[in-house]
């Protein structure tokens, strides 16, 4: 099927291919920096848009869509993918051409794809990438044979290394200049045997046999169409004579995957993660709260004394400056994250946990979605479109924000800097480190929980079947990996920054008014509104150890985590001029030594920020996701009651035990 886009617009081309072939390196390989991010029109799922410049100077619109295996795929993500392609998605015209990105190491089971994009008789543009994997397993591929066999034009290339991208932007030109689509492209293997002197094969092993077949048998469609793949590539691939040793990856990979090393080591590499986004960035953090300390220091001199020079030194400068602080451990995280995707590992952790994860009631496959959450609880629960199972989607979208995400990494660290020791255990291990570990293993442990209930009670379904590419072990790329860091905590400042801006304003505010009458005693705060309101919760929170202080800092960071410890810094700046994060934990230091803040609330309190549900745009998503407010508000109803079951039993047994 085919609808050429309006001639009136820039000309569509679209990537396509199976998850794990390389096509989004190849999107940042083509377009650069000049790609944006958005949804596709009606629903949640994101398209990857970009500028791709030909040989003429003239630019045609780039799509990345989501990696799929077969034109009838049963996620939201290969759904999307054929409607973009049929374009019968609203708003989406039908792609001028189809860039088909196939892994030259895996090349018979990605051409499935492609098969059926020639069968539906798509302009198709054939690019063979990761060759310079292909080459090192000595893998040869005879491209001139296999466009003949698929009457396609065939590119070779590595995206990683942008080897062979300009003989692919030329082809992709050449493809586009012919103005009318060509004419339905067929491969009949039995040509193309007659044509190498070969016997022609039976004619049922056609594509047009295959399209032809009863609906009924699917299974033996697939078959023959492997059978008629496999020729292809028997007769258009190689080995070289000498091929290169690929027994240290194979023992590497043997490893990373076995029964008894692999948890272990799985283990090690996200303790080595904890461990690093504390040691590492003490000093940029230590940089970036001395420039806060000093911006603020400079403003209060520099404006005239009044509420502007309030606000903005006391407020909004401290309070954004408080998550400012936190980049280096946030972009540390989404460093850790990046490379493990980019080397392979993240398929063989999913491989690893899947056994685990069964006893649960989720599959493997919602790995990937939960370890996004860690950066953001958002992009994890839109990535579970990509399991086929509803109640296992639901199940993954339920427990997603349990996961400890950046957002709650400034509440952690405040607190673990103020009330643990920067101390070594065994001599090599930070007990802060430790700490914020055993943090992430409270709500990976709790998920787990509240999984199994879920698949036991209200998704009740037969076990789903797990199928995930295992990609190859390779090198990351650093330059990869670091835009993808430096686009991942842009977006973080952005949307982080405008809560913040926002929520310094009205705290600061709150905070500062009305004035104490004169002749009152206490905290000044405590006679602001802010202080009132707090005042007035607090009987509810005394149990967990939580005073009218913290209760301002619990309201307030209702839409966003991390505004806690905006709203922490403004009460105490207010009452003793601390001037930046390092001041802050100096504070709850001297409030922990007085005894008005005492070791046992600051765990409390890490402990209910572990389960609570408190991020409005989280909740927005899982709107979308779930087409259900019923869903949503079960998610923030049970998160709470959790964080305040779990907080209030930390508080009162660690009261009597400490």
Known sequence: MNHPSDTSSPRTVALVGNPNCGKTTLFNALTGSSYKVANYPGVTVEKKEGSLQLRDGT???????????????SSIDERIVTSVLQGSLPGEPCPDLIVAVVDATNLERNLFLVSELIDEGFKIVLAVNMMDAAEHAGLKIYDELLARALDLTVVTISARTKRGIDTLVEAVGSELARNTLSSRRRAWLATQKRASGAEAEPQALSLDNLKAANADQLAEIGSLRYRW????????????????????????????????????????????IFQAIFLW??????????????????????????????????GIVPGVGNVVVFVPQIAILFLCIGLLEDSGYLSRAAFLLDNIMRRFGLQGRAFIPLLSSFACAIPGILSTRTIPSRSDRLATIMIAPLMSCSARLPVYAVLIGAFVPQTLVWGVVSLQGLVLLAMYALGVIAACAVAWVLKRTLLRKDPSFFVMEMPPLRRPLLKVVLR????????????????ILACSVIVWFLASYPKPTEGFEGNPVQASYAGQLGTAIE????????????????????????????????????????????????????????????????????????FACMCMSTLAVARRETGSWGWTVGMFVYMTALAYIASLITFQVGSRLL
């Open 59 to 73: 630019n045609v619109r780039l799509l990345d869509l989501p990696g799929t295996y077969a034109l009838e795929g």
């Open 229 to 272: 793949l496999r020729n292809i590539v028997e007769r258009s691939t190689g080995r070289s004579a000498e091929v290169r040793s690929n027994t240290a990856s194979a023992k590497l990979d043997a490893l990373l995957t076995s029964r008894i090393w692999g948890l272990p080591i799985l283990l090690l590499v996200f303790g080595l």
């Open 281 to 314: 960035a003490q000093a940029p953090m230590d940089i970036i709260s001395g420039g806060v300390d000093s911006l603020s220091a400079w403003l209060s001199g520099a404006l005239p004394p009044g509420m502007l020079s309030s606000l903005v030194a006391d």
């Open 484 to 499: 993808g860091v430096v686009d991942s905590v842009v977006s973080f400042l952005k949307n982080a920054s405008t809560v």
């Open 539 to 610: 009987p509810a929170i005394r149990p967990l150890g939580f005073n009218w202080e913290i209760g301002i800092g619990i309201i307030s960071s209702f839409p966003a985590r991390e505004v806690f410890v905006t709203t922490l810094s403004t009460i105490y700046n207010i009452s003793d001029d601390s001037g930046d994060n390092e001041g802050l934990i100096k504070n709850l230091q001297e409030r922990r030594d007085n005894g008005t803040f005492s070791t046992v609330t600051a765990i409390s309190l890490m402990v209910f920020y572990v």
